[in-house]
């Protein structure tokens, strides 16, 4: 069996390593989160670059200790940006996170996701049905034909992402984390189930890119599986706390920020989580 005992102390070291060392984890992401993605990644002590051109991208990829890319909004140039700075970080063994958000809608879309495949990221976050078409996209195990995406929201609970999300890690050799009301997180051998959260998270914009972006800068001083781990915790924490303490959906973003500030390695490490084989 897992030792979660020592699952924990990695998530610690994760935590204590980035905080020690501020490594930059560049992004190519969402317009619409880009402050927000870039302000989480700074409040658990990471540092943030946010970059278009694939000039630029290749840059930061050389640079950084990770990445994070996400297809959420999409601009001509990405069609150059994106498959380079993948093949790039591939090539160069560097850590990579990747976000499918609102696959299933456009061509470039599905082009890119597609071309992802051979560049084998190191994590990949999504909601369930951005999960379940993914691995459909890839040809693999559990994967959908057709996506059941509304926009960038998930019309699927994440137990029925739990095939997909395995095939996905085995494939890539990485980690999978499938956002919802309980969260799942596996890296083909053994899965993780992560609890907290609010359902604030639902009512703003940029809670599930942010959660991406913080994974990548994790993803520097941890495997795949615990980076993965390590930043849905905090979420799940940092969630719970700012809920507390909020008003409203404005308020709990400011009060969200701060305590992935505030939290310490050992409360993130013992935020609920439990651990099944697979």
């Known amino acids: 069996m897992t030792n979660k005992e020592s699952i924990q102390e990695q998530m610690i070291k994760a935590v204590d390593t980035v905080r020690r060392t501020n490594p930059m984890a560049g992004s190519i992401t ?4 880009i402050s927000f993605v870039a302000n989480a990644q700074l409040a658990v002590g990471g540092s943030a670059a946010m970059v278009y051109m694939p000039d630029e991208g290749e840059f930061v990829a050389k640079a950084g200790g990770a990445a994070y890319i996400n297809v ?8 150059q940006t994106l498959p380079h700075i993948a093949k790039v ?6 850590p990579w996170v990747l976000d499918p958000v609102a696959i299933g809608i456009g061509s470039l879309r599905t082009q890119l996701l597609r071309k992802f495949k051979e560049y084998k990221p190191d994590v990949i976050r999504g909601n369930a049905s951005e999960i379940l078409a993914l691995a ?8 959908t034909a057709v996506s059941n995406v509304r926009g960038v929201d998930s019309t699927d609970v994440v137990s029925t992402a739990k095939t997909a999300a395995v095939a996905l890690a ?7 984390a499938v956002s919802g009301k309980t969260d799942l997180i596996t890296n083909g051998s053994i899965i993780a189930f992560s609890h907290g959260g609010s359902h604030f ?29 390590t930043a849905t915790a905090v979420y799940n924490l940092a969630g719970v706390r700012a809920e507390n303490r909020a008003d409203g959906p404005a ?4 009060q969200f920020l701060d305590e992935l500030y505030k939290a310490t390695a050992a409360d993130i ?6 651990i099944e084989e697979v």
């Open 30 to 33: 969402n317009t619409v989160t």
């Open 72 to 79: 959420g909004t999409l601009l001509p140039i990405y069609e």
């Open 89 to 94: 970080l591939h090539a160069a063994g560097k």
């Open 136 to 143: 459909g996209l890839w040809e693999l195990d559990g994967g």
């Open 170 to 176: 085995k494939w890539t050799g990485g980690a999978v």
């Open 201 to 229: 998270m639902e009512i703003i914009t940029g809670s599930g890119c942010s959660l991406g972006g913080v994974v990548a800068v994790y993803a520097t001083a941890a495997s795949p599986f615990i980076a993965a781990l």
């Open 251 to 254: 308020s709990f973003q400011i």
């Open 269 to 274: 490490a013992n935020n609920p989580f439990e």
